[in-house]
């Protein structure tokens, strides 16, 4: 114990090679034992920050890898999200969303879906996203609406509070956030993370 | 989980039935996942805890009972220690421990054992106790003695820290503080258990 490097505060960096136990609790965050604390993660803003960072970064070279759909998914939005969605097909299709008329009644089907990870069904999350949109603040211009863009994607796509997690995807999302730096506050500058070290710990047992 | 009764703050009372998850974290300290809290219990000072009052209520009505072992254990004691076990041995057997001269020097060794649980070996335990008694303030009467050695054995039977418990020795372990009031606190007051609830939670990562 020694021998090992200090964490800066609450920094999730190379935590998984640290953790002695992982689990999860009230479904919403994550316990991770390491030899000097525990550190208990939001998994929805932590997986949150990740994805923002990834939206951000990505978008600023190249728009997102997308697939196409095997089958187009229509998509029953209200008349204000169709025609936001029409309006920012664009901006949908550089995070990997690809809309396109379908059927005689001007309705819009999802064609394509981002590739990156996903908690969720593509076509529930571009609704939501339009319908949000849409009843929400203007569309301004292009680069206001990418922002609001990574933002809504980023939440949308995480993992939610109160999501059961498996301890193979509780992994996956550690890993994943060590891609990334400075993971330990969201991006609306929330903690994502919240160690407890074992000297604290101490204290609150008036062990010292 | 609304119909959930609520749980006085850091009460342990019924916790075994109310955890969905058991873990341990720096092989000091237990981690309960409740409907609405974490709560972390101080392995050591809740079993301390749980068997101070046991020592002290099965006291007041008779010897604790003991098992004679099959070969008596000789003790290693210093004089001093050697000379406070012989003026102590009536409450040493009330507590389970009786001692009878062995060999032809004149020293000690342990015939019968308490049969309350105990964490360690019985001769290191009387040993200890002996020495720490010896060492320390002066005997006073058998009631201060007795009194001492409440706190003492309670303290040395008890789980230590740094111990790894097996999930089985968890849950006896909470079992048993179940069947003896006031867990909350071990017998110098300090807090044995520390409850998160999950609206605290919400505070720290600013869910609300
Ligand atoms: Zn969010
Ligand atoms: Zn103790």
Do not use: W
Request: aromatic residues 6%; glycine residues 6%.
């Amino acid at each position: 114990e020694g021998t090992q490097a200090p964490q800066p505060a609450g920094s999730p960096q190379g935590l998984l090679a640290q953790a002695r136990g992982l689990f999860q609790v009230g479904d919403t965050y994550i316990v991770v034992e390491t030899a000097d604390a525990v550190v208990l993660i939001d998994q929805h803003a932590f997986h949150e920050r990740i994805l923002y960072y990834m939206l951000e970064h990505r978008l600023q070279s190249a728009p997102l890898e997308r697939q196409r759909l095997l089958m187009p998914l229509p998509l029953n939005l209200s008349r204000a999200a169709r025609e936001l969605a029409l309006s920012q097909r664009e901006a949908l299709l550089e995070f990997g969303f690809e809309l396109e008329p379908f059927g005689p009644d001007g309705s819009l089907a999802l064609t394509a879906a981002p590739k990156y990870s996903l908690a969720r069904k593509h076509d529930e999350m571009i609704i939501e996203l339009c319908e949000e949109l849409a009843q929400g603040r203007r569309p301004g211009d292009f680069s206001t609406m990418r922002k609001s863009l990574v933002e809504m994607v980023a939440c949308k796509a995480a993992i939610k509070a109160h999501d059961p997690l498996s301890p193979e995807q509780i992994k996956d999302l550690l890993r994943l956030g060590e891609t990334v730096p400075h993971t330990f506050t969201c991006p609306h500058g929330r903690p994502t993370t919240y160690r407890l070290a074992f000297t604290d710990l101490e204290k609150v047992f008036h062990r010292r």
